[in-house]
């Protein structure tokens, strides 16, 4: 079957460095996007993968391996405004959207 | 855990007709939902968010006479795209909030619509 794996919730202080890690199965693979959300909001597009390596916007990073099906998202100089889940989801070789359940961050001061 | 079922799946059908697209939320009680437009290799594009009992409000540039949005129930919201033409042809996904705090946005699989 399809499967999408992040964690489900992790702690950063302001200022700092995280890194979001998603690993995927899933049949065929036409791209690989983060979305954040904050809650009862709807998802905002951060990033898009479909080649492998380090796309770099500002401050967040996203990283692609497609050969080990993994990703991941970095978020620097964490501000109050990050805490929010993040959504790791992939289009699959029918261009379906498999979505992994997200990763709530918490960011204290 | 919480599940948005989405159908159909995929659609094809012929210019000037019309198709709907269900979203309905198995297990809880979407009292916000979202539509979203996709074409292949973008971002997920906000359509409309509509609330269970009220119009939906769209965002700027979506037809709301193409685009008609239900929202009749807490589970179940339909979007129907009225006189397709072939450049309606997207994948849309929907989305359900329980709109309670820190409730999390879950998502339906998606309709991948083609017009021929």
């Known amino acids: 079957g399809q499967n999408i794996d992040q964690p489900t919730e992790m702690t950063a202080t302001e200022g700092a460095i995280v890194q979001i890690n998603c690993t995927y199965q899933t049949s065929g693979f036409n791209g690989l996007f983060w979305y954040q959300q904050h809650a009862g909001e709807a998802p905002t597009f951060l990033s898009y993968n479909v080649l492998d390596g380090l796309e770099e916007k500002g401050r967040f990073s996203s990283f692609l391996s497609r050969s080990k099906g993994y990703s991941y998202l970095l978020l620097k100089e964490l501000q109050m405004k990050d805490s929010a889940s993040y959504l790791c989801a992939v289009l699959d070789s029918n261009y379906q959207l498999i979505w992994g359940a997200g990763t709530k961050l918490i960011i204290k001061p | 855990g919480a599940v948005v079922s989405q159908h159909p799946s995929w659609v094809i059908c012929k210019s000037g007709t019309s198709v709907k697209i269900e979203c309905r939320s198995l297990?809880?009680?979407?009292?916000?939902m979202f539509w979203y437009r996709q074409f292949p290799k973008q971002s997920l594009m906000l359509m409309a968010t509509?609330?269970?009992?009220?119009?939906?409000?769209?965002e700027q540039g979506v037809e709301k006479d193409k685009f008609l949005i239900n929202h009749a129930s807490l589970t179940l919201s339909t979007l129907t795209v009225t006189s397709a033409h072939p450049e309606d042809s997207s994948f849309y996904i929907c989305?359900?909030?329980?709109?309670?705090?820190?409730?999390?946005?879950?998502f339906g699989n998606g309709t991948r619509l083609t017009v021929t």
């Open positions: 509509s609330n269970e009992g009220s119009k939906a409000t769209y």
């Open positions: 989305s359900a909030s329980s709109g309670e705090d820190n409730s999390p946005l879950h």
């Open positions: 297990d809880f009680q979407a009292t916000t």
